[in-house]
T-cell receptor, first 117, second 113 residues
Framework: GAVVSQHPSWVICKSGTSVKIECRSL??????MFWYRQFPKQSLMLMAT?????????EQGVEKDKFLINHASLTLSTLTVTSAHPEDSSFYIC?????????????FGSGTRLTVV | DQQVKQNSPSLSVQEGRISILNCDYT??????FLWYKKYPAEGPTFLIS?????DKNEDGRFTVFLNKSAKHLSLHIVPSQPGDSAVYFC????????????FGKGTHLIIQP
């Protein structure tokens, strides 16, 4: 089955530094990747949609200059949290799939727990 | 504004009985609904889905019911097993999912022996 690998699984960083999270599709080509964020006791919220080779589309309220998304290949997308602050502490998770497939065709990574101190 | 609502943060069910998880939505543009199961420190795993043109979809022990007029769906698990203990998320999409998913807050299902 489709496997999506997300790294790191957890990271602690100092306020003001940047953190990069990787999302890789291991056995399929992911033309589309979604990035979600989940705060404690809240639902997963869609942050942005990235299609391979094009700029990411960000949801309303998500700062594109703060959350840099790169989807340069069909197997890798990265989310960089720039100048991280404690309020950015959250659970970040990606899902990857091939455009044209239904929503159930997308596979989630295992998520990244980011703590900014 | 929460477009997908799971009003029960937790649910406790005895092993062997039926588990019923509920989900309500407000956006009439949603046309595809999914249920995911999630364990701690793991990503959500797809369980079952239903298109808005149907009112029922069954897969083994899992059945999803959709009531479009009430904007309500439910997931039935029968019989419930200890391994079913997890957080269950209801999600909805427009256009078949090409635009990403809108999730509920999840329901923590606890199966008691």
């Amino acid at each position: 089955g489709a496997v999506v690998s997300q790294h790191p699984s957890w990271v602690i960083c100092k306020s003001g530094t940047s953190v990069k999270i990787e999302c890789r599709s291991l056995d399929f080509q992911a033309t589309t990747m979604f990035w979600y964020r989940q705060f404690p006791k809240q639902s997963l919220m869609l942050m942005a949609t990235s299609n391979e080779g094009s700029k990411a589309t960000y949801e309303q309220g998500v700062e594109k200059d703060k959350f840099l998304i790169n989807h340069a290949s069909l197997t890798l997308s990265t989310l960089t949290v720039t100048s991280a602050h404690p309020e950015d502490s959250s659970f970040y998770i990606c899902s990857a799939g091939t455009s044209g497939r239904g929503a159930n065709g997308y596979t989630f990574g295992s998520g990244t727990r980011l703590t900014v101190v | 504004d929460q477009q997908v609502k799971q009003n029960s943060p937790s649910l406790s069910v005895q092993e062997g009985r039926i588990s019923i998880l509920n989900c309500d939505y407000t956006n009439s543009m949603f046309d595809y609904f999914l249920w995911y199961k999630k364990y701690p420190a793991e990503g959500p795993t797809f369980l079952i889905s239903i298109s808005s043109i149907k009112d029922k979809n069954e897969d083994g022990r899992f059945t999803v019911f959709l009531n479009k007029s009430a904007k309500h769906l439910s997931l039935h698990i029968v019989p419930s097993q200890p391994g079913d203990s997890a957080v269950y998320f209801c999600a909805a999409s427009k256009g078949g999912g090409a635009d990403g998913l809108t999730f509920g807050k999840g329901t923590h299902l606890i199966i008691q022996p």
